[in-house]
Structures are given as structure tokens and as C-alpha cells.
């Protein structure tokens, strides 16, 4: 079914062998309008090597293709266009999404090698923020774009559980803590622990002495002050799976920064035997000068690690553990620089599979036009946010759709879809600016749309009492070309995705074909006539599998009604 090849290999026969299918292959263009035709060939690298005038080898080359898959053929000015023969093409197309099902699309470009996705990966103590909400959102859809092209996705949440404010929250538990009030409402009360400790601090600088001391003790493994820890974790952890229930996304590992402890004397002693560390005002430190880069801190003068010490501990143990072919780490963009220098400090260790290893950044949620902070006043609590999205999904199918059944549920996977759907929908890179009324339109490129333009087409299979048997159908509609093509570009969305870590070329692309849909949907009555019936719904149901399936590479169900 793949029409770009098979053009070429007829322009490879028509040029004579002037040029190779292959390298054919990769100048084919497609038209941006569609009366030029589905696929063109521009003539003018071959008019340079064979010193004629390109619109004379467009005119020749066009004469000489012979072949039942193309309509017409025409040379337009340096280029050969052809339209393609949407009968054969059309039924060709369904017949194969047909067959493959939720197959369809897939690619085996991993050949079954391990990617880990370190994601998510909130600070346990403090609110969830929008920035995890990217990363676990972007993290998942990654991790099944990976799985649906021949990858095995690791996904990894790498808790922020470690660092000297654990000392401090310790201190202020003890002062100042109230257990039943830390069970009942975790990450507010601790944060306000937390707060406090800054605020009493500034009065008493004896505080922070305190504070390190603490932390001294839980590195040591004093009993009283790691059970606070586990508890502080535990509770946390349990605040932080709400979330991630409401999402549908579970972890392969939550290994956090703690994890890594009795790690580090290892990461020590490797930089140290293959002499990259330096002294640096008392602190260790790898130059990475030649590299243009400040040099990254290893250890302080006091002793203790850093989160980058972490961060090469941890990518050791990953590629001793899962042997990854890839490590994506999705992370906001102002982390860039800490992941450059990790990289380059494993390259130097000489670790080829570094060269793997990729920071994948995003933009930061905007509310007005400035960023969304969870800081003191303007905390926007994410499980408020999901479960906001959520009531006005569930009013908006009071209003239009009062009998469904399995209200509640539907609601939730349409405020969810919508949630996740705007934050995908973006080249990963954008700002983006948060708002729940455009989120959950059911117009415009939004998940609900989508959503609910599956859902029709799924109610016209159900009216049409549709039962797939015979996938060869023959379609005569013209309406249904753009659908057809739409349908065709499935497996290159997927691609293109993949190669660029981009959730929303998948986003983009299911809203091109929900409208493609649509369309179709208001030219033609699909049940009208009898002969015609069981052809348009097997091009119904074609759509159907097909925006069910991008709308679950985003992490989104897709309901049959709502
Ligand atoms: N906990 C960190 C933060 O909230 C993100 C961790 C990202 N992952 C990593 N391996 N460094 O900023």
C-alpha cells in the first residue's frame, strides 16, 4: 500500500534507470492542493544531470509512466503529478485497516530494544505541578508510540525523594506537626511544614543547623528520622496515585533519587579511575570546558552528592538493568543545561550509549500569559483541575445526552481525554496557555472533538446494524477520497512522531481526520441506499479504528457513545 513506492518504481522504469527507486523514492512530494494531483515528481535535479529543460523531462517522463494504479497522469511546468486511481486505492485502504485492526500503523523499527522514559517524577513533600503534569502525560504517549513501533518502553517516575529539605521538614514535624493532619491532606500539610521551617528560620538561623543535622541522621540511617522519611514518601506517593489513576498511567519502576544512595560511591570511584574528577573550592567536579560547558558539581566539599551524582548513578543502573537502546528523559525545558552536562560526563567515561541518550524538553502551562506557579498563594491543585474537567464533562452530556448510560464513566474519560488532548495537541517545545472552557469544546481541535466525532461514527455502525465480514469493498463516492488519503497518512503520523518525540503529530493528525470525516458525514447519506451501505460502513468503521487507536497512543479512550 505503499503508493510512493510503487511511483517510483514506475519513474525508475519510465527515466530508463537514470535514477534509482530509491533515491526516486525520497524526492516524491505531495501537492499541497489536491487538483495537483496525490503525489508529484519534480524534474530538476534530472534536468541538471542531463542538461535538457525540466518542464521538457516532465512532459516525456509523464508520457512514458504506464500503470492501472494512477488516473491521470500530467506534467505540470518541472514537475510529473498524478492522481491516483481512487477506486483501487480506496479499497485497497480499507481493506487493510480492516485487517490490521489496531495493528494498523504499526512499524518495527525497535526490534524489541528496551527505551527508558524517566517521567513525571514529582518532588514527594511538594504539590504535584503542571510542569509533572507534561512530563507524565507527554512521558506516556511517548512510551506507547515506542511500544506501537517495535520499542519496549521502561517507564520510570524518578521521585524527587531525597536532599537536605527532608532534614528541614523532619525539624518542622517535630515542632510543629500534626500526624492525623499530615494523613489527611499530605502534600498541603507538609508544604506548609515546609513554609513554616523558612519563615521560624529567618528568626532563628539555629533552625537550619537543625535542619542539616536531621538530614545528617536520615543519611545515616537513624531510625526515627527514616521512618518520618518513608512515612512522608509513602503518603505522598499515595497523593500522587490519585493522580495517576485519574490519568490511567502506571510506572514499570518508581526508583526515586533515594534509591540511588548506596549507589554513588560507585559512580565516585569510576570518574575517579578514569581521572575526570577535579578539586574546585573544596567541591569534586568534572571540567567539561572542551565541551563548552560549566563544569558539573559531583560532590560538595561537605561530602554530599547532587541530583546530577544521581542522575549518572542512575543511568548506570538503567543500562545495567534494562540495557536500553534509548533513554529519554522528559523534563522542562529549563533542565537543559543539567542534562547536557550528564550526557557529556558519560561520554567522557566512555560509554557509547550515551550517544542514546536524549533530553526531551517541553514548554511551560501558561494561565494569562504567565506561568502557572504551585507556589504559596496561587497553588493550581492538578486533582482539582482533573476532577473540574471532569463535572463539566459530565453537565455538558447532561445537557445532550441525558440517557446515556454509564454517565459518570463516560465523563470522566471524556474531562480526562480533554486535559491530556490540549496539552498534546502542541509541538511539545510551545508554551502552552491553560483553559479548561477550551479543553472541553466539542469544536475545534480539542479531544472531545475527536471523541465525539468516533462516537458518531461508531452510533451510524450500530444504526446500520454493521457486521465486518468481507473487507474488499468497492467505494464509488468522490466525498470519500480526502478520507481515504487521510487514512493512508496514519502509518507516516506515527513515523514522523517517533522521529521527532512529538505526541502531537498523532493529535494533529486524528483532528485532520475527524474533519475529513465530518465532512463526508454531511455530503453523503451513508444508510440511505441498500447497495452502497455495507462499502461506506466499512469506510465508517476504517475511521473508527483508526481514531480509536490515535486517540490511545495519546494515553485517551475513545467511548462508542457519549
Ligand atoms: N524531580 C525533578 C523536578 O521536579 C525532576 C526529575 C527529572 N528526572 C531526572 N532524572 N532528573 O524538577
Not at 131 to 157: F, M, Q
Not at 417 to 442: C, P, Q, T, W, Y
Amino acid at each position: 500500500m505503499d503508493y510512493k513506492k510503487q511511483f517510483a518504481e514506475n519513474l525508475e522504469k519510465a527515466l530508463n534507470g537514470a535514477l534509482d527507486a530509491k533515491k526516486i523514492e525520497s524526492m516524491i512530494e505531495k501537492p499541497k492542493h489536491a487538483d495537483h494531483g496525490d503525489l508529484a515528481f519534480p524534474c530538476f535535479e534530472l534536468a541538471k544531470i542531463q542538461r535538457k529543460a525540466p518542464n521538457q523531462i516532465a512532459k516525456e517522463t509523464a508520457e512514458a509512466i504506464e500503470s492501472n494504479l494512477f488516473e491521470k497522469v500530467e506534467p505540470v511546468a518541472a514537475y510529473v503529478n498524478v492522481f491516483l486511481n481512487k477506486q483501487m486505492v480506496s479499497s485497497e485502504v480499507i481493506k487493510t485497516v480492516m485487517e490490521s485492526g489496531q495493528d494498523y500503523g504499526n512499524l518495527n523499527v525497535g526490534k524489541g530494544g528496551a527505551v527508558t522514559i524517566d517521567m513525571s517524577s514529582p518532588n514527594i513533600a511538594k504539590p504535584f505541578s503542571m510542569g509533572h503534569l507534561r512530563s507524565t502525560v507527554i512521558g506516556n504517549a511517548l512510551a506507547l508510540i515506542l511500544e506501537k513501533t517495535g520499542y519496549r518502553p521502561v517507564r520510570i517516575n524518578h521521585l524527587g525523594d531525597w536532599g537536605t529539605q527532608f532534614g528541614k521538614l523532619i525539624v518542622a514535624y517535630k515542632k510543629w506537626g500534626d500526624e492525623a493532619a499530615v494523613r489527611e491532606n499530605t502534600i498541603k500539610e507538609l508544604l506548609s511544614l515546609y513554609i513554616k521551617f523558612h519563615e521560624e528560620a529567618e528568626k532563628d538561623p539555629a533552625l537550619e543547623e537543625e535542619g542539616r543535622l536531621w538530614f545528617k541522621r536520615l543519611e545515616d540511617g537513624n531510625a526515627e528520622a527514616v521512618t518520618l522519611w518513608e512515612w512522608f514518601r509513602e503518603e505522598s506517593l499515595q497523593e500522587f496515585n490519585r493522580i495517576y489513576e485519574l490519568l490511567g498511567i502506571t510506572f514499570d519502576s518508581d526508583h526515586g533519587e533515594a534509591f540511588y544512595n548506596d549507589k554513588m560511591d560507585r559512580v565516585i570511584d569510576l570518574l575517579n579511575e578514569k581521572s575526570l574528577l577535579t578539586e574546585s573550592e573544596g567541591a569534586q567536579v568534572v571540567e567539561l570546558e572542551d565541551e563548552t560547558l560549566p563544569p558539573c558539581l559531583i560532590r560538595k566539599s561537605d561530602g554530599a552528592t547532587l541530583y546530577a551524582t544521581r542522575d549518572l548513578a542512575a543511568a548506570l543502573y538503567r543500562q545495567d538493568t534494562y540495557e536500553f537502546v534509548k533513554a529519554l528523559y522528559v523534563v522542562g525545558n529549563e533542565q537543559s543545561l543539567h542534562f547536557k552536562q550528564i550526557f557529556e560526563v558519560l561520554k567522557k567515561m566512555g560509554y557509547d550509549w550515551a550517544d542514546e541518550m536524549h533530553h526531551i524538553p517541553f514548554g511551560m502551562m501558561l494561565k494569562d500569559g504567565k506561568k502557572m506557579s504551585t507556589r504559596k498563594g496561587k497553588v493550581v491543585l492538578l486533582e482539582e483541575v482533573l476532577n473540574e474537567a471532569i463535572e463539566l464533562a459530565e453537565r455538558n452530556i447532561e445537557e445532550k445526552n441525558p440517557l446515556l448510560e454509564n454517565k459518570e464513566h463516560i465523563a470522566k474519560e471524556v474531562g480526562v481525554g480533554a486535559v491530556i488532548f490540549h496539552d498534546l495537541k502542541n509541538d511539545r517545545k510551545n508554551d502552552i496557555e491553560f483553559s479548561l472552557e477550551d479543553m472541553l469544546r466539542v469544536e475545534g481541535e480539542t479531544g472531545p472533538y475527536v471523541q465525539y466525532t468516533n462516537a458518531r461514527a461508531c452510533s451510524l455502525l450500530r444504526k446500520g446494524n454493521y457486521e465486518p465480514a468481507d473487507a474488499s469493498v468497492e467505494i464509488v463516492d468522490e466525498e470519500a477520497w480526502p478520507v481515504v488519503t487521510e487514512l493512508m497518512e496514519f502509518p507516516d503520523a506515527v513515523r514522523r512522531a517517533l522521529l521527532n518525540y512529538d505526541p502531537s503529530q498523532v493529535a494533529k493528525y486524528i483532528v485532520d481526520l475527524a474533519q475529513a470525516f465530518n465532512k463526508y458525514y454531511g455530503a453523503v447519506r451513508i444508510l440511505e441506499n441498500e447497495e452502497q451501505k455495507y462499502a461506506r460502513l466499512s469506510l465508517v468503521q476504517s475511521v473508527s479504528v483508526v481514531l480509536t487507536e490515535g486517540l490511545r497512543l495519546l494515553g485517551i479512550d475513545a467511548p462508542k457513545e457519549m
